[in-house]
């Protein structure tokens, strides 16, 4: 008897590792709450990361990526399974940091020293340089922190779409999916913040 059960359960283990996203969900709507973990299991460290970049507060993101599991569960029986899972995730995700945003009236930035050094290393970033040496990583520290207190300024709408393309390096497609809207206006957005900061930081974007 033991053995049979643990062979039913191994058996179903396998199932739901091979499963997609999006059938996990549906049997989820059907009771199996063992889909539910699995899910957490695959993406609870991109939840948790995704909401340390709204609210840079360790505490706070785990306790908005537990919240973000309790309202996939909630909402269970309402997910389209036609409908890709990850962005819908990412989008409650989203309104749950926004939310406690507002609430706290505050809105941080990525560290400049992390930015900095990751933002040097990817095609399409903010800001890029070919100058090594110490005296133009002290002159390029400077810029950095000018270009910081101009993104400091944007609106809070405008912030999130910095943080998204260049601090989490997600594409305009997958940003119009977080933000419920379309690629094209993501990328008019862009341009229009991109345009505004070179704006405000003069030669501090000359290489964008």
């Known amino acids: 008897m033991g053995s049979s059960l643990t062979l039913h359960t191994a058996g179903d283990a396998v199932s739901l590792a091979e499963s997609t996203d999006e059938a996990l969900m549906g049997r989820l709507s059907q009771g199996e709450e063992a889909a539910l973990a699995e899910l ?114 944007l609106p809070l709408e405008s912030q999130e779409i910095v943080n998204l393309r260049f601090f989490q390096k997600k594409s305009a497609r997958e940003i119009a999916e977080v933000v419920d809207s379309t690629e094209g206006a993501v990328r008019t957005r862009l341009h229009r913040i991109l345009r505004q900061l070179r704006a405000s930081c003069g030669d501090q974007l000359e290489s964008i």
């Open 40 to 153: 957490v299991h695959r993406y609870q460290n991109d939840v948790f990361r995704f909401c340390l970049h709204y609210l840079k507060n360790v505490e706070v993101a785990k306790e908005m990526a537990q919240e973000t599991y309790l309202r996939i569960y909630t909402a269970r029986d309402r997910f389209d399974t036609s409908r890709k899972f990850k962005p819908w995730m990412l989008c409650i995700a989203r309104n749950l940091c926004l939310n406690e945003l507002k609430r706290k009236k505050a809105v941080q930035m990525e560290a400049l020293e992390d930015f900095a050094s990751r933002a040097r290393e990817d095609d399409g970033v903010l800001l890029q340089s070919s100058e090594d040496g110490p005296a133009d990583q002290a002159m390029q520290q400077e810029r950095l922190k000018k270009l910081l207190a101009a993104v400091a300024t």
